[in-house]
């Protein structure tokens, strides 16, 4: 909080190049100044998460998308504290809008692949307590609006002395409510430690799972490691992002097939007809049904 982002009027940070280990920096001069375009790729909540965070010194932040993007997607962070509805503060001491250009025209990349590491210079991240949210569209300056329009909320950060959201925005104490539309796609942790306050928070957790697994390892708080002086080489590198299990078709139903007819004594009589297995499954994790069983034969009741 201590840089002046003044009304809608926002100072491009620039991605000189996209990249695995380490993640890339930012510091391109051609791009200063730059402004987004109109979204490219539109995400949902969790497809792109913060990963690594810095306060202290030349403060960054590190996204890392878990669905490839295009190259200019847009991307947007603000450090204003919210209600759980999405009503943000409207503190001109405070980020809001701050763009995340991500153009790796320097690297060829048209597409920027899931889990890669993009990480890039800013300021006005403040601790012990600080809160960030990343998402696409743009927060309203209008006084008393402070909403999110034209997007969506992607992922929340928020670090404090006691690692929890709170139940009333506490704008004073730079603390925010849990928003409601990440759907639990966000990261709380807390600052303090032993050796004092901690200013950067990295994601140290698996580094391998589909989207749904790494966006639960990167909420759970017990996969950060806090520090107590910057090291951006400790921030994740490249995250294995593995496609969702499939059913290959379901297990086929077995049917044995009617029963055999019983005889009184007379001629035999006639078997059921055989049931027919069910259908392939052709959904994930769907059990295809079993064929109807057949019915056995009329008793036969001649001597």
Same mark, same amino acid.
């Given at each position: 909080?201590?840089?002046?982002?003044?009304?809608?009027?926002?100072?491009?940070?620039?991605?000189?190049?996209?990249?695995?280990?380490?993640?890339?920096?930012?510091?391109?001069?051609?791009?200063?100044?730059? !402004?987004?375009?109109?979204?490219?790729?539109?995400?949902?909540?969790?497809?792109?998460?913060?990963?690594?965070?810095?306060?202290? @010194?030349?403060?960054?932040?590190?996204?890392?998308?878990?669905?490839?993007?295009?190259?200019?997607?847009?991307?947007?962070?603000?450090?204003?504290?919210?209600?759980?509805?999405?009503?943000?503060? !409207?503190?001109?001491?405070?980020?809001?809008?701050? #763009?995340?250009?991500?153009?790796?025209?320097?690297?060829?990349?048209?597409?920027? #692949?899931?889990?890669?590491?993009?990480?890039?210079?800013?300021?006005?991240?403040?601790?012990?307590?600080?809160?960030?949210?990343?998402?696409?569209?743009?927060?309203?300056?209008?006084?008393?609006?402070?909403?999110?329009?034209? /997007?969506?909320?992607?992922?929340?950060?928020?670090?404090?002395? /006691? @690692?929890?959201?709170?139940?009333?925005?506490?704008?004073?104490?730079?603390?925010?409510?849990?928003?409601?539309? +990440?759907?639990?796609?966000?990261?709380?942790v807390s600052s303090s430690g032993d050796a004092g306050a901690i200013v950067q928070f990295y994601y140290s957790g698996p580094t391998s799972g589909t989207k749904a697994q790494l966006q639960g390892f990167i909420a759970d708080p017990?996969?950060?490691?806090?520090? !107590?002086?910057?090291?951006?080489?400790?921030?994740?590198?490249?995250?294995?992002? +593995?496609?969702?299990?499939?059913?290959?078709?379901?297990?086929?139903?077995?049917?044995?097939?009617?029963?055999? /007819?019983?005889?009184?004594?007379?001629?035999?009589?006639? @078997?059921?007809?055989?049931?027919? @297995?069910?259908?392939?499954?052709?959904? #994930?994790?769907?059990?295809?049904?079993? /064929?109807?069983?057949?019915?056995?034969?009329?008793?036969?009741?001649?001597?």
């Open positions: 909080m201590r840089t002046n982002w003044v009304g809608k009027s926002v100072v491009a940070l620039s991605l000189a190049a996209a990249c695995a280990v380490p993640a890339c920096d930012s510091s391109k001069p051609e791009e200063v100044a730059r !402004t987004t375009s109109a979204a490219t790729t539109t995400l949902q909540p969790g497809d792109v998460a913060i990963t690594c965070f810095n306060s202290n @010194g030349t403060d960054f932040l590190q996204v890392t998308p878990l669905v490839p993007i295009e190259n200019d997607t847009d991307l947007r962070y603000t450090d204003r504290e919210t209600t759980a509805a999405g009503l943000f503060n !409207t503190n001109d001491n405070e980020s809001i809008n701050v #763009p995340v250009i991500i153009n790796p025209a320097d690297a060829g990349l048209a597409v920027i #692949p899931a889990g890669t590491a993009l990480r890039f210079n800013t300021a006005g991240l403040g601790n012990p307590t600080e809160t960030v949210f990343l998402y696409q569209g743009s927060i309203s300056a209008t006084p008393d609006a402070g909403a999110l329009s034209g /997007g969506q909320f992607l992922w929340g950060f928020q670090m404090s002395a /006691g @690692g929890i959201w709170v139940a009333s925005r506490d704008d004073a104490n730079n603390l925010s409510e849990r928003l409601s539309a +990440l759907g639990g796609k966000d990261t709380v017990t996969n950060w490691t806090g520090v !107590t002086a910057p090291n951006a080489s400790l921030c994740p590198g490249l995250l294995t992002v +593995l496609p969702d299990a499939t059913d290959g078709g379901g297990d086929v139903p077995v049917d044995s097939g009617g029963a055999a /007819g019983a005889d009184g004594g007379g001629d035999a009589g006639t @078997g059921g007809v055989t049931g027919t @297995g069910g259908a392939v499954d052709a959904q #994930p994790d769907v059990t295809g049904t079993g /064929g109807v069983t057949g019915t056995g034969g009329a008793v036969d009741a001649r001597p």
